[in-house]
């Protein structure tokens, strides 16, 4: 049983390029959260999602920042018009359930140049 | 509302010796509370977890955390340290884990290093 399956892995973007940042959940799971981590920062909360429905996007910044998770496919972070501070680690989790045990996977490391 | 606190950002520890990592929490309902940990460049592992169950949880890699009610408290402890312990960890609660819409809030982060 694969775990939750991030890609790219790293990810190189030019001031004003878009990012698109793939999930995808452990089988079996419905529930995905997607997460960032600044440098020398914990976790913070973006976004939470199941299948075709957005549950609480109560950390995403209000503008260029998109998520989706379609009834088919991976869960999709989507980053437009890149700025620098988009650089961090951006790592995504999975559970069959809200909130009980999440499965985290590597993580997308974002680095806007 | 739910938070967290690590009160150490940095812990260094010789090989062999026991290992402290604190954490306080807030939360107007039962917690549930998780220790996580992330080596280098690598993605985070879930370390033990509490659901209000036994107070003592024991996790992988011979580290345990105490649920303290009455210190909001849940420290991670291991009796003796390992140079492959050297990494960041973090505590983090979840409210209502049953219920949508609340999510895991993390702590900063605490770094153990490990000498030999």
């Known amino acids: 049983n694969a775990g939750v399956m991030q890609n790219p892995r790293h990810l190189v973007r030019r001031r004003g390029q878009e990012a698109r940042l793939r999930c995808s959940p452990m089988?079996?799971?419905?529930?995905v959260y997607w997460y960032r981590q600044l440098p020398e920062e914990g976790l913070k909360f973006m976004v939470y999602?199941?299948?075709?429905?957005?549950?609480?996007e109560s950390g995403m910044p209000k503008e260029r920042f998109s998520a989706e998770f379609p009834k088919e496919g991976p869960s999709i972070l989507r980053i437009q018009q890149v700025v620098r501070g988009d650089s961090a680690a951006y790592f995504c989790a999975s559970s069959d359930r809200g909130y009980t045990e999440a499965f985290f996977g590597q993580g997308t490391r974002l680095t806007v140049v | 509302a739910q938070s967290v606190t690590q009160l150490d950002s940095h812990v260094s520890v010789s090989e062999g010796t026991p290992v402290l990592l604190r954490c306080n929490y807030s939360s107007s309902y039962s917690p549930s509370l998780f220790w996580y940990v992330q080596h280098p460049n690598k993605g985070l592992q879930l370390l033990l977890k509490y659901t209000s169950a036994a107070t003592l949880v024991k996790g992988i890699n011979g580290f345990e955390a105490e649920f303290k009610k009455s210190e909001t408290s849940f420290h991670l402890t291991k009796p003796s340290a390992h140079m492959s312990d050297a990494a960041e960890y973090f505590c983090v609660v979840s409210d209502r884990p049953n219920q949508a819409g609340t999510a895991l809030i993390f702590g900063k982060g605490t770094t153990l290093s490990v000498s030999s």
């Open positions: 089988k079996g799971h419905s529930h």
């Open positions: 999602l199941q299948k075709e429905n957005i549950i609480d």
